[in-house]
């Protein structure tokens, strides 16, 4: 992931950062959740057992029906999933995943088989091939750790537990090293304050990132990420504020200077998702789409991930970014079954199409 400026990641105009301080309070409404939006929601006049009863002769004949299987699975919220493969065992004792993955391949089945974990398994899931697989993935440790609260921290980790039988943390630190293991360590105990806010100390907190970024230290560097990974939102609002009042420069423009590879990208993504999460999540699906060839893992991923949170919020941000839809450039560069299933669940407006 490419060093990103401020400017690329908020949409600000130049020399609108004094104008941070009159906004504050807006911006702090509208990127801390107060107004988020997904793209799939409850069915209307659902019924469990006759989704399983057409998903198993979707998956039961001669051939697999795949368009069933994408009307049902991305028109269905999560919660319905889960009683959908409920009905689908009692009915014909198997487990609906099982019966996905053994009929399905390729990108299309990550998309249907990872719409049937449970949030927090998702996650869990995620994270786990990320540190085992071949390479690890740290693009995919950073975009989750980095945009996940205390509670959903906490429950992908019990989730990681359960599915795999060893601890998160454990893995991050054999698997992951240097500033950039301590800061992702730091993220998974799932400890930032919040709700809370101290005008008082956030101009304290802003000299201590900003020597940070000067001094560059180890003792530096860890006073860094525990600020940025313990603060509360607001508080790291005012912080950042700051930052900017003292050196004159915004934070993420600041940490991209001063600091390089993994470690620099995560506290980045950090101040971005404090910021706006849609619009981080926006800028890593252009990336994924546009510099890395289409980088499936990672559209899969976050689509799914955000499709019941702030994806209709993402798909706003993509397009006032860009210039072009999330639903157009997924149709331009996927095709197939697949295709069909990412755009089901980015789902789009009529001028998409």
Not at 155 to 161: G, N, P, R, S, V
């Amino acid at each position: 992931m490419d060093a990103i400026t401020c400017k690329e990641a908020t949409g600000m105009k130049e020399g609108s950062y004094s104008s941070i301080s009159q906004n504050l309070k807006t911006c702090i409404k509208m990127y801390c959740g107060d107004y988020t939006q997904g793209t799939i929601l409850p069915a209307p006049n659902f019924n469990p057992i006759m989704d399983a009863q057409v998903l198993g002769g979707a998956l039961q004949g001669i051939s697999c029906e795949k368009d069933v299987l994408i009307e049902i699975l991305t028109q269905r919220c999560n919660s319905q999933r889960l009683m959908i493969a409920e009905a689908y065992r009692d009915m014909y004792g198997r487990d609906l995943i099982t019966d996905l993955k053994e009929n399905l391949s390729h990108h299309f089945k990550e998309v249907m088989v990872g719409l049937m974990y449970p949030p927090a398994s998702y996650d869990a899931h995620e994270l786990w091939h990320a540190l085992k697989g071949v390479d690890t993935e740290e693009n995919c440790l950073i975009d989750i750790l980095a945009s996940r609260s205390n509670m959903e921290i906490f429950q992908m980790k019990e989730a990681y537990l359960m599915q795999y039988n060893t601890d998160l943390q454990q893995d991050i630190d054999s698997e992951t090293s240097g500033h950039f293991r301590d800061t992702l360590m730091n993220l998974a105990q799932g400890t930032r304050m919040e709700g809370y806010a101290d005008p008082s100390t956030a101009a304290q907190d802003a000299m201590i990132l900003w020597e940070a970024c000067q001094q560059k230290t180890g003792e530096h560097k860890n006073m860094l990420q525990m600020i940025l990974c313990n603060r509360s939102h607001q508080q790291l609002w005012m912080v950042f504020q700051e930052f900017q009042n003292i050196s004159g420069q915004d934070i993420v423009d600041a940490i991209n200077e001063c600091y390089d590879g993994y470690f620099q990208e995560l506290l980045v993504a950090i101040v971005l998702c404090i910021r706006d999460k849609p619009s981080y999540f926006a800028y890593r699906l252009y990336n994924a789409i546009h510099d890395f060839g289409f980088h499936n893992k990672t559209v899969i991923r976050i689509l799914i991930a955000r499709s019941e949170i702030d994806l209709m919020n993402i798909r706003q941000r993509y397009k006032e970014r860009y210039g072009k839809s999330l639903f157009h450039d997924i149709k331009h560069f996927a095709s197939g079954h697949y295709e069909s299933a990412l755009l089901a669940i980015c789902a789009g407006d009529t001028e998409d199409y």
